[in-house]
């Protein structure tokens, strides 16, 4: 069975109450992905995929969700500042229903507005050079995803 597209608090009811988070940033070149503990207090950069073709690059992702005992999965949507969704709000809707069908852990999609900007002024407030930038920003996004995530889910009712 497929597993279930849901925005992130509705996808949180289909995970048990404990166990880690894959967050993924995916961009048109690569997937930055981070992880969370457990009891989903911190997310934790893990690596950044480099795109090739769908199947390599869920086959990577379900790999690591594997060997960190993941529950489920955090994507990104981008949506645009006026709420709409554009071309890379589809195209990742999309990655999520193809990896849905390769997964039975539920995925949840979660507004990452200004995610990738955040990180780049975080970056540059710590010096860090424009080729470190480039190399580290994908990853740092899933991790500013995945907390402003598990951030949320802590602060629901």
Do not use: C, Y
Not at 73 to 81: A, D, K, R, Y
Not at 131 to 155: C, K, M, N, T, Y
């Amino acid at each position: 069975m497929p597993a279930l597209i849901l925005p992130l608090v509705e996808a949180a009811a289909h995970w048990p109450a404990r166990g880690a988070l894959i967050g993924l940033d995916l961009g048109t070149k690569t997937i930055g992905v981070a992880v969370s503990d457990p009891d989903r207090r911190l997310a934790t950069g893990v690596t950044t995929i480099q795109r090739k073709a769908f199947k390599v690059d869920a086959a990577a992702l379900l790999k690591i969700a594997g060997e960190r005992a993941t529950v489920g999965f955090v994507l990104g949507l981008p949506i645009n500042m006026d709420g709409s969704e554009g071309p890379r709000a589809q195209s990742t809707r999309a990655f999520a229903r193809n990896l849905s069908q390769l997964t039975e852990l539920a995925i949840a999609l979660w507004d990452e507005r200004l995610s990738t900007a955040a990180v780049e002024r975080e970056l540059i407030g710590m010096d860090v050079s424009r080729a470190r930038r480039a190399e580290v920003i994908d990853e740092h996004a899933a991790i500013f995803i995945l907390q402003g995530a598990l951030d949320r889910l802590r602060s629901r009712p």
